[in-house]
């Protein structure tokens, strides 16, 4: 047991605990990109099952989130990041989290399957399935690949936002997919540049852990390069206008810059510009987003 859960030692959780087990920072960017997968899909599902679905679909992260703090306990108690999460610090049991993580999952699912359709909760189970098992218990200590392949189950909220409306997925859907999909690496491995002693201390192989400085953000720009092109894509497919296509552009090309900046910083400002675009990634995915729901919202009334 670490000493901060021996603090807590013999206390009772209180709802706020159990909260913090659901990621909420996470949930936020869950619920905006699958409400943007649902207002671009085509058809109509009633307000109240639109507020169900995306509930459900948070509700469905944040129990991933829980699941994901179990299995990663012993990692989370080791980096200064996470050692004050529920489980380390000793607020929440292991047992407790699980059960509360596995209702969530199961109840997610059910609602959802209920307030849509089956397709819909059949993305939101897999997407469970694949951040829990596939990314947290298969990839995460074995490969400083895991955020690429694990970013996967990030990306799909807005897959299943549109599902839950259509029934269906096409192409619009997974191209927001795809956007999500490129921006995680350069996000995450800028994190993780920051943290870099932390992840090392736990022996979880980040790339900044396992990889060259020079090789880390080389990639990091890479995948910056690959968001910023796929972001206006949603024009050429005609599921957004050219306005849409030129705030797409501009925003890719501040996360670019910032990546190029990244690449050439020295030692000594390296964590510098690893924080700035950490932050700007973050702004980029809300804005990109924000701005295709205008442009949606804008076409809908002008139509």
């Not at 936002?161 to 259509?166: C, E, L, N, P």
């Not at 497919?237 to 900046?261: H, T």
């Not at 510098?272 to 980029?284: D, H, K, Q």
Request: hydrophobic letters at 60%.
């Amino acid at each position: 047991m670490t000493d901060i859960a021996a603090v807590y030692e013999g206390a009772d959780p209180i709802p706020g605990d159990f909260y913090d087990l659901l990621k909420p920072r996470v949930m936020s960017l869950v619920v905006f990109t699958a409400l943007a997968g649902a207002l671009l899909a085509p058809g109509t599902l009633h307000p109240l099952l639109i507020l169900l679905s995306i509930t459900a679909i948070a509700v469905g992260a944040g129990a991933s989130g829980a699941l994901n703090m179990v299995f990663d306990a012993d990692i989370d108690a080791v980096m200064s990041r996470t050692r004050t999460r529920p489980l380390p610090s000793g607020r929440v049991s292991r047992d407790a989290a699980l059960g509360f993580g596995i209702l969530l999952s199961a109840g997610s699912v059910m609602v959802l399957a209920f307030a849509s359709n089956y397709v819909a909760a059949g993305l939101l189970a897999f997407t469970i399935f694949f951040y829990v098992v596939i990314y947290t218990l298969v990839l995460k200590r074995r490969t400083p690949q895991n955020i690429v392949i694990g970013g996967a189950a990030g990306a799909l909220p807005p897959v299943v936002g549109w599902a839950a409306v259509t029934g269906d997925v096409t192409l619009v859907p997974l191209v927001m997919f795809g956007i999500i999909f490129l921006w995680t690496p350069a996000h995450f491995w800028a994190l993780a540049i920051l943290k870099r002693d932390d992840y090392a201390l736990a022996g979880v192989p980040m790339l900044p852990c396992v990889a060259s400085a020079t090789s880390t953000r080389r990639q990091i720009l890479l995948y910056a390069v690959l968001t910023a092109v796929a972001g206006p894509s949603l024009t050429l497919i005609g599921a957004a206008s050219w306005a849409y296509a030129v705030v797409a552009s501009a925003l890719g090309v501040w996360f670019v810059v910032r990546a190029v900046a990244l690449l050439n910083a020295t030692e000594d400002t390296e964590r510098r510009n690893a924080g700035r675009l950490f932050g700007v990634s973050i702004v980029y995915l809300f804005a990109l987003f924000g701005a295709l729901m205008a442009d949606h919202v804008i076409a809908m009334v002008l139509a």
